[in-house]
């Protein structure tokens, strides 16, 4: 047996134990100051320590083992099939217009690799461009067999695996700590030429009640649970409800075009009740969970290398573990945790006229109703003398001197002024020109064409002179008295592009979105430490993980183009779930778009709909109200009286959250634990908390259930293990079962556990 290696952080284990790490006791140690080129005796097991994560490799055949600090397996290489070679059929994946292929080939053995042909294709233009569209490979798969070659590189193993491939062909796998509590596999095929996919497959428990369940992802839609699915970790934008949508049926919803899995922000990595997983790097990744077989899992990447890291540990630690290294949203100022109104610019038939009149009458409105609002978002802002604002903002709708007037209006009433930012270069503007924009092979600007036809390029953030240009834009922003932004889109990235760095849209798709926040939140901070009586803020609408990720430099994000109905597939009932899958991943800054925003396909936003959906949002992160693509912004006066009063009810019960919400966003920033939690997360031996998806906590204390059905006046709540009251004051309720509590238009069932005043 060999003695384990330490990791980075473990400064327990002497110089001379280091030596000792490669070799087995019996033999004299090597100088630890030259790597070791010859491998151990294949009967003795290599291990890498971390500390609190350990791996274990078996040399011949090859297989790899986690355990925790103590030694307990968490998670298991799957042993060699019995047919360790096995052809890769023509296989079509995604599906068209883009849906996971759910019945694909699969070898499961330990680091598998396909020789062969994998072709991907993007929707080229319109409102998907650059979403996944289809795919195809064929080829063999072949498997790792045992070590050849063992090296030191630091606390690293780097070992050299013979497969079965009859070239030749090897697989180099670099083992280490990443921190103290978690371990890192990184797998590159060599030579990679030929090589399409790299993939490793896992055990799971298969007996009934014992099985795992793997929860995030991001921000997906259909499951908080999604073992017996297969999806991809690629940004998609715009995916909407096929019609009909099913109402509250999250094993039927579908959405167009890429599927019920499809996310503005996805994130490669998931967690179960034992430990978390990340794949830290930024190609299209495939997760197969428990489909095909219920014993097993698999990972699969689009590239000829496999990157994970695998974090022991029950689900806080893990999520702990994991969000330390991909990040976790900023904590916001005060005031971002307050309320918000959006004034929308219409898609279609907008004049400065109409827009600078729904900002006089929206004034006039605040003060009649005495609406309590600490931000207000004026999408129609513009540069003062520049119509079309270089491309970054919508087209200019409002003066410079009414715009100016506004927001000294609004500063005036304590409340902050918000614009609208996005990194497109309209065709032949002078950053264009500059080169700050997104090149093809040839060196020239590369145009996309988005909804109705619209070009534009998009920033090129590998680009120092394009970071330090859009930095000036954001700062110019600031300058205006604007004291942050809605950052939106991002998602046009195609794989043809060509970046400053020499990186291309294949390796960028997902990263540009952290590329892109991390440019911005630079400027931000720096902005705050030269004015430190202003606290800027922005919210983003994409992103991925990585290491670190988008969440590393984000505040918030709003989830994409809600439909202004209550289904399950990007509705009312879409939102629980997608705001909790994101929110273990580190994104917990959600902010829905009350009454939702895409009306094209959807009726108009109703005043049932409208009320709902600001319930559903008072014990949320970011409480904003939004607006329709067609109809522009729902306020509460453009229904009726009652709306109003209950609109105003649900917004102070936001701000008499905001404390609790404060003090969470504190916590979360130093341990990872998301204001709003999922029953899982807190209740990881509950499976049947494991399944309320229209649910969650916000801190340890307080039961969240908005009603989320039309017509409905009353719904079920799980009430997990404790005793719960309703809105702190109702009978004592003894948890581990589920109740029925009657919720009228005006009412937000919430509970919190006996004892506890969460809210004040």
């Known amino acids: 047996?060999?003695?384990?290696?330490?990791?980075?952080?473990?400064?327990?284990?002497?110089?001379?134990?280091?030596?000792?790490?490669?070799?087995?006791?019996?033999?004299?140690?090597?100088?630890?100051?030259?790597?070791?080129?010859?491998?151990?005796?294949?009967?003795?097991?290599?291990?890498?320590?971390?500390?609190?994560?350990?791996?274990?490799?078996?040399?011949?055949?090859?297989?790899?083992?986690?355990?925790?600090?103590?030694?307990?397996?968490?998670?298991?290489?799957?042993?060699?099939?019995?047919?360790?070679?096995?052809?890769?059929?023509?296989?079509?994946?995604?599906?068209?217009?883009?849906?996971?292929?759910?019945?694909?080939?699969?070898?499961?053995?330990?680091?598998?690799?396909?020789?062969?042909?994998?072709?991907?294709?993007?929707?080229?233009?319109?409102?998907?461009?650059?979403?996944?569209?289809?795919?195809?490979?064929s080829g063999t798969w072949y498997s790792a067999q045992s070590v050849e070659q063992v090296t030191e590189d630091g606390a690293d193993l780097v070992l050299t695996l013979g497969t079965n491939d009859p070239s030749g062909r090897q697989l180099v796998v670099r083992v280490g700590p990443e921190g103290h509590d978690a371990v890192r596999v990184r797998a590159e095929a060599v030579p990679a030429e030929g090589v399409a996919m790299v993939g490793d497959s896992f055990e799971t428990p298969a007996t009934p009640g014992q099985e795992d369940g793997f929860f995030g992802f991001g921000g997906r839609h259909d499951h908080l649970d999604q073992r017996g699915r297969v999806l991809s970790s690629f940004v998609n934008q715009e995916n909407l409800a096929t019609l009909p949508s099913p109402p509250n049926d999250p094993d039927n919803l579908d959405m167009y075009p890429n599927g019920p899995a499809a996310s503005y922000y996805p994130q490669s990595m998931f967690w179960t009740t034992r430990y978390g997983f990340l794949s830290p790097q930024p190609e299209l990744t495939r997760f197969k969970m428990a489909v095909g077989r219920d014993d097993a899992w698999n990972v699969t990447a689009s590239t000829p290398r496999l990157d994970y890291i695998v974090a022991p540990g029950d689900t806080q630690r893990s999520v702990r573990t994991l969000t330390a290294l991909t990040g976790r949203h900023l904590a916001p100022p005060t005031w971002a945790l307050g309320t918000?109104?959006?004034?929308?610019?219409?898609?279609?038939?907008?004049?400065?006229?109409?827009?600078?009149?729904?900002?006089?009458?929206?004034?006039?409105?605040?003060?009649?109703?005495?609406?309590?609002?600490?931000?207000?978002?004026?999408?129609?802002?513009?540069?003062?003398?520049?119509?079309?604002?270089?491309?970054?903002?919508?087209?200019?709708?409002?003066?410079?001197?009414?715009?100016?007037?506004?927001?000294?209006?609004?500063?005036?009433?304590?409340?902050?002024?918000?614009?609208?930012?996005?990194?497109?270069?309209?065709?032949?503007?002078?950053?264009?020109?500059?080169?700050?924009?997104?090149?093809?092979?040839?060196?020239?600007?590369?145009?996309?064409?988005?909804?109705?036809?619209?070009?534009?390029?998009?920033?090129?953030?590998?680009?120092?002179?394009?970071?330090?240009?859009?930095?000036?834009?954001?700062?110019?922003?600031?300058?205006?008295?604007?004291?942050?932004?809605?950052?939106?889109?991002?998602?046009?990235?195609?794989?043809?592009?060509?970046?400053?760095?020499?990186?291309?849209?294949?390796?960028?798709?997902?990263?540009?979105?952290?590329?892109?926040?991390?440019?911005?939140?630079e400027e931000v901070a720096r902005y705050h430490d030269e004015h430190p009586d202003r606290h800027p803020w922005f919210f983003t609408r994409a992103g991925y993980s990585g290491l670190p990720g988008a969440a590393a430099y984000e505040f918030a994000n709003f989830p994409g183009d809600e439909t202004t109905d209550w289904g399950h597939a990007s509705g009312l009932q879409s939102l629980t779930t997608d705001m909790l899958n994101r929110a273990v991943g580190g994104a917990y800054g959600y902010a829905t778009d009350i009454g939702g925003y895409f009306d094209y396909n959807t009726p108009p936003t109703g005043k049932e709909l409208f009320l709902r959906w600001a319930a559903w949002a008072a014990l949320s992160p970011v409480y904003r109200l939004h607006g329709s693509g067609q109809h522009g912004t729902h306020t509460p006066w453009s229904y009726d009286a009652q709306t109003v009063r209950i609109y105003e009810q649900f917004s102070r019960l936001h701000l008499r959250a905001r404390p609790l919400l404060a003090k969470l966003w504190k916590q979360a920033d130093r341990t990872g634990a998301p204001p709003t939690r999922p029953l899982w997360w807190a209740y990881p031996d509950d499976r049947t908390g494991w399944q309320q998806d229209q649910e969650w906590l916000l801190g340890p204390d307080l039961l969240v259930a908005p009603v989320v059905e039309e017509g409905a006046t009353s719904r079920k709540v799980y009430l997990p293990q404790g005793c719960w009251r309703l809105h702190g004051t109702g009978d004592r309720l003894t948890g581990r079962r589920t109740v029925t509590v009657k919720a009228g238009l005006g009412s937000l069932p919430w509970y919190s556990h006996c004892g506890t005043n969460p809210l004040g």
Do not use: C
């Not at 609190?52 to 968490?74: N, W």
């Not at 590369?446 to 090129?460: A, I, K």
């Open 340 to 521: 918000m109104m959006d004034r929308l610019v219409k898609n279609n038939g907008e004049t400065y006229a109409d827009y600078q009149k729904m900002l006089r009458q929206d004034i006039s409105n605040i003060d009649r109703y005495d609406l309590p609002l600490s931000a207000y978002r004026i999408e129609g802002w513009g540069f003062p003398g520049s119509a079309d604002n270089h491309g970054l903002a919508l087209h200019t709708w409002v003066h410079g001197k009414q715009q100016a007037a506004m927001i000294r209006k609004l500063k005036a009433r304590g409340i902050h002024a918000l614009a609208y930012l996005r990194p497109w270069l309209e065709p032949d503007s002078k950053p264009v020109a500059a080169g700050y924009a997104v090149t093809d092979d040839e060196g020239a600007p590369y145009y996309v064409t988005g909804s109705n036809g619209r070009r534009f390029g998009l920033v090129d953030f590998t680009n120092p002179d394009a970071v330090a240009w859009w930095q000036r834009q954001v700062r110019a922003v600031l300058d205006l008295g604007f004291d942050g932004f809605m950052q939106d889109y991002g998602e046009q990235v195609l794989f043809d592009m060509h970046f400053a760095d020499g990186t291309t849209g294949y390796d960028r798709h997902n990263d540009y979105l952290t590329i892109y926040a991390k440019a911005t939140q």
């Open 1 to 137: 047996m060999l003695r384990a290696r330490p990791g980075r952080t473990a400064a327990a284990l002497t110089t001379a134990a280091l030596a000792l790490a490669l070799v087995p006791l019996t033999s004299s140690a090597p100088s630890s100051a030259a790597p070791s080129s010859a491998a151990p005796s294949a009967d003795d097991p290599l291990v890498v320590d971390a500390g609190g994560a350990r791996v274990v490799i078996e040399q011949d055949p090859f297989r790899l083992t986690v355990t925790d600090g103590s030694g307990q397996t968490v998670l298991r290489e799957v042993a060699h099939a019995a047919a360790d070679t096995i052809p890769e059929p023509p296989t079509t994946d995604p599906l068209p217009p883009g849906r996971d292929n759910q019945d694909t080939t699969t070898l499961y053995s330990p680091l598998s690799f396909l020789v062969g042909t994998e072709k991907l294709t993007q929707q080229p233009s319109q409102e998907w461009v650059a979403n996944l569209a289809s795919g195809t490979r």
